[in-house]
Nanobody, 115 residues
Framework: QVQLVESGGGLVLPGGSLRLSCAAS????????MGWYRQGPGKERELVAG???????KYADSVKGRFTISRDNAKNTVYLQMNSLNPEDTAVYYC?????????WGKGTLVTVSS
């Protein structure tokens, strides 16, 4: 069982930055693929970024060059650094962990980009 707790969401001005964190329980973190999805108002949930247990990463085209995903295996934490935010980035951001053919989800953290 993997439990995930997100933090770092909030209200930010267009052009601003936020860093999301996702802390995972359990001893398997270093062997787990992690990442972030988001769901904006009236939109379907979409993949934002993912990072494999080996450190390989992938991004949605809409966030490439602006968002950076990273992980700290010593802290069982994955991060999403978000820069140059715009109103289209407004969404609930969900952390996920994929291990043993099972996907685990956090409860989400709200990011609102607005002036």
């Amino acid at each position: 069982q993997v439990q995930l707790v997100e933090s770092g969401g909030g209200l930010v001005l267009p052009g601003g930055s936020l860093r999301l964190s996702c802390a995972a329980s359990g001893s398997i973190f270093s062997r787990t693929d992690m990442g972030w999805y988001r769901q904006g108002p009236g939109k379907e949930r979409e993949l934002v970024a993912g990072i494999t247990s080996g450190g390989g990463s992938k991004y949605a085209d809409s966030v490439k060059g602006r968002f950076t995903i990273s992980r700290d295996n010593a802290k069982n934490t994955v991060y999403l650094q978000m820069n140059s935010l715009n109103p289209e980035d407004t969404a609930v951001y969900y952390c996920y962990a994929y291990y043993g053919s099972t996907t685990y989800w956090g409860k989400g953290t709200l990011v609102t980009v607005s002036s």
